[in-house]
């Protein structure tokens, strides 16, 4: 068997609303590798966030199971490993922040674990360390810009040393300054200390920057890969109401009026390499 | 505007009072109040000033901060004056109109409101010195015992953390929500009682309906990072006896001693 | 004459505190009748404290703010008429809904200013229409709503006190760009319709350099530029090094212009690129390019 860490199989999802029950998922299946950095992108309402909230138990399976290293997430025992192990973080950074002294908040999983005191603190100064907040370990969350607070949460999550952490729409909130602050810090995260990344989002230009990208629409996984090979399909991701890179589009527009391009150049070097290359021979 | 509230805020500092264990604070201040409130001549009130004064120099607390915290409660100091200075019965100093000064008056007034000023600053000096969390980790420990007979030490200390960590944000929130309103013309400033009060509405249920959004979300925040109560819960601080505690301890002994001394042998008492 | 003019406006944030910031220092500019304008900075440059000035919710500690070229504060009694006249929509309208139906919600604003039902109804309609607001879901609670759906009803309760200057503190903060282009479309038509002059306040350069005649850059306290699309992203390097971002379509073309392609690099919007390729292609191969 494959090294999943997270793996859905056949999940069903239904809620009850004033009009009845809505179903959310229908069979999905999903699996997320050990160290992978992987982005699930779609709009409000596509179901992203329900899929989140699958993964550490805070939802149940209706229908189907989800696996966490192998547990069941239905499995009440379990329960503590689960969460333990992938770690949350959301999107509004004012409410998942507890304490009122950044290194108590993030003292709070492991002590919430029973972590001897001794390690606690080690691991407080490492989390901190790594987000880069060590400086402001005694500081008020409130008085700390989005980014920090963000980091500061993260850093929360990392202190219980887990596999994984599910970040849901962790920048939505933040200004572009703090959207950067959060979008180096898992990538690091990831890069260094090989921490597993789900990273719900609907800014495209974050779903680039990860190795794989998931898009969901109404329930479903419309499309998987690589974001070079996820971003070509700009009809598809236009159709469920994404947007796509500017240098993707300008691609599209090029291609569409008889230009010899590749789509999947995403970044701005990419990009003005590739048409330069058109104008090779008749430069000013 | 609301934000500039200094009473009961914490001035982190390394001082001897800052490292003191928290339920050593707790019950010195505890201990101090009734101290305060037994005392009677100058010679009392000496003393009391003398322990206090040298609690503020260690603490290293800008005497300048501490005053500041008073601001909001001179209405109280002074209305309080007042009345002792004008409604007690004793030998006239002097009188106007329907007024009358006693010496004894003017004696209880002087010392109500040092009194007043010694048991705030007092008091705040246990807040400015100790994180609230150290606070909220000490009351809960003080409690521990009582959790035989069911009084809920851990819930309790964990809702005064979650209130301290919010009470900022939700300040922060009263504003945005006012000025927003006030965009859209509400008056919060002008009419009578009644209409004042009505004036809140739009007010009050956005920020109700704020708070319980940020519970909810905060209450699965919580879940996520495996909360379960209080139950096998370790801490990141070990609250432990050290030696300042002692010192503390002794410099409170010495305090009684002196105190009781006074009021015993009458030393200092204006009568 | 413009609408809306401040000049050498300052504010200072804890006045004689430790804690004293100047958040604005002395700013002027001013908005034409019916001008769309965006105003960009980041965190902390002092644009919320500049909005909050030009509807009189926050008092200058320098210079002036006029509206129809009156200082606002001349008359200390009418600034609260000034904040009908400039509607100002907050970060996050969504929050502040607090009446039972929708249409209670969006009338909360015209109601102050005293109008009558009949015209509180017409208004209520027609607020709700420019923003997409179905008529059935006036009888609802805001809070059956979704969140976009109550994002446009918040700004709904603005449009229908019918302001001569509209503001707008990001009003797409959180949205999916589904729900993004929806309202910026919504408020570039509103705004057609009207006459109104529109301020949109945004960290996203691809938004303001989409709807905006002119972008006003702030940073620091201070107005750092101000001009059309075209003239403050011919100045894109100084952006940078601001730390503020430029669209990215705009440095593809400032890069191009480096590798030697013949391009505007000051371009900021993909439908440009493509047609000064597309000629400049044409116009030099004159046929099919790279055949």
Known sequence: MKDALLRVEDLDFVYDSDRGPVKVFESLSLEIDRGEFVAVLGHNGSGKSTLAKHFNAILLPAGGTVYVDGMSTADEELLYEIRRRVGMVFQNPDNQIVANIVEEDVAFGPENLGVPSAEIRERVNDALRTVGMYGYREHAPHRLSGGQKQRVAIAGILAMKPECIVLDEPTAMLDPTGREEVMRTISALNRESGVTIVLITHHMDEAARCARVVVMDSGKIIADGPPKSVFTEIELLRSVGLAVPQTVELAYSLRQKGFDLPLNCLDVEECAQAVSALFAGRKV | ?271 | MSILRCENLTHIYGKGTPFEHVALDSVSFAMERGEFVALIGHTGSGKSTLIQHLNGLLKPDGGAVYFDEKNIWDEKSDVRKVRFKVGLVFQYPEYQLFEETVGKDIAFGPKNMGLAEDELKERVREAASFVGIDEELLEKSPFELSGGQRRRVAIAGIIAMRPEALILDEPTAGLDPRGRDEILSRIAEYRSNTGSAVLLVTHSMEDAARYAERLVVMNGAHVFMQGTPAEVFSRAEELQSAGLAVPQITRVCMRLRELGVDIDPATYTVEEAVRQLTRLKNGAAGGVPNA
């Open chain 2, 1 to 271: 505007m609301l934000r500039d509230i200094t009473l009961g805020q914490y001035f982190p500092g390394h001082s001897p009072v800052h490292r003191m264990d928290p339920r050593t604070k707790i019950l010195l201040t505890i201990g101090y109040i009734v101290v305060l409130f037994i005392a009677e001549g100058v010679a009392a009130y000496a003393a009391v000033l003398v322990f206090l004064g040298t609690a503020m120099v260690v603490s290293r607390i800008n005497p300048k901060v501490a005053m500041k915290g008073m601001k909001p409660l001179i209405f109280v100091i002074v209305v309080t004056a007042i009345l002792n200075l004008f409604y007690t019965q004793g030998d006239e100093l002097f009188s106007f109109w329907i007024f009358t000064i006693t010496k004894q008056g003017l004696v209880t007034a002087i010392f109500m409101v040092v009194r007043i000023i010694l048991l705030i600053t007092g008091t705040f000096l246990l807040t400015y010195t100790t994180s609230p969390i150290l606070l909220t980790d000490g009351i809960e420990r003080l409690l521990t015992p009582l959790k035989r007979i069911k009084v809920p030490a851990h819930e309790l200390a964990m809702m005064m953390t979650i209130a301290l960590r919010f009470i900022p944000t939700l300040i922060e929130e009263t504003d945005k929500i006012m000025s927003a309103q006030k965009a859209r013309g509400a008056d919060f400033e002008s009419g009578n009682i009644f209409q004042r009060a009505k004036a809140l509405v739009p007010l009050l249920v956005p920020l109700f309906i704020s708070a319980f959004r940020r519970a909810d979300e905060l209450a699965v925040a919580m879940e996520c990072r495996c909360y379960r109560g209080g139950e096998g819960r370790t801490r990141l601080r070990v609250l432990r006896f050290s030696r300042v505690d002692a010192y503390g301890a002794a410099a409170f002994v010495l305090l009684v001693a002196a105190v009781v001394l006074f009021d015993l042998f009458g030393i200092g008492v204006i009568s």
